[in-house]
């Protein structure tokens, strides 16, 4: 009896393992297709940037920065992307003077491929300025990052930077258009101007 409960569990973990080998396999190649088909279309709307290698900010908003080093390509062009997938890895102490963070980084190219960075950033006091200066130390990493739900993550990360590209135009838009009505107001308000005097 003893026996055939165990031939029994042993057939149906293998069974259960097989499915779930096929589920997974299914699930890695419909994401790797719904991501494909997202960044075909994305990469027309998102927003390359620059890839520092080393940079130092001002202050902890990052409005001021100081470039030292960037990442170039394999035609010497300085590379850009967009940051899709953030993890932290390590992190500093209570007990540490400076603060630090280990994050690894993975950035979307506008070919479509990927590539994972391992990016330290650092923060401090200054007692001369009384500001909280930051800096960033980033390599290419030579573990990539791995999750079980990185496509969906990636999927989710690439909708939010559309979203908040598609803000920021419309927010650039609404005060460019106030601006030209302005200018415009004052234009006609000049040519009545001069209308004015001339009939004088």
């Not at 939010?160 to 803000?167: I, T």
């Amino acid at each position: 009896m003893r026996m055939e409960t165990v031939v029994a569990l042993v057939k149906g973990i293998q069974k259960k393992d097989q499915e779930v080998a096929e589920m997974e396999s299914m699930i890695a190649i419909s994401a790797q297709e719904k991501l494909n088909q997202i960044i075909h279309v994305a990469v027309n709307g998102l927003e390359f940037e620059v890839i520092n290698k080393t940079a130092f900010f001002h202050d902890e908003d990052e409005e001021v920065a100081q470039v030292e080093d960037y990442f170039l390509d394999d035609e010497g062009n300085v590379l850009k992307g967009v940051k899709v997938l953030v993890m932290i890895e390590d992190s500093s102490d209570e007990e540490d003077e400076e603060e630090w963070e280990l994050h690894k980084e993975v950035f979307l190219f506008d070919d479509g491929t990927f590539k994972t960075f391992d990016t330290i950033y650092r923060t401090f006091n200054c007692s001369d300025c009384d500001v909280v200066h930051k800096s960033i130390s980033r390599e290419v990493a030579e573990v990539d990052y791995e999750s079980e739900y990185r496509y969906e993550l990636i999927i989710s990360n690439i909708i939010w930077r559309l979203n908040e590209r598609a803000e920021a135009l419309e927010t650039k838009r609404n005060r460019l258009a106030e601006r030209l009505e302005k200018l415009n107001m004052l234009m006609v308000s000049y040519g009545q101007g001069i209308g004015r005097r001339q009939d004088r």
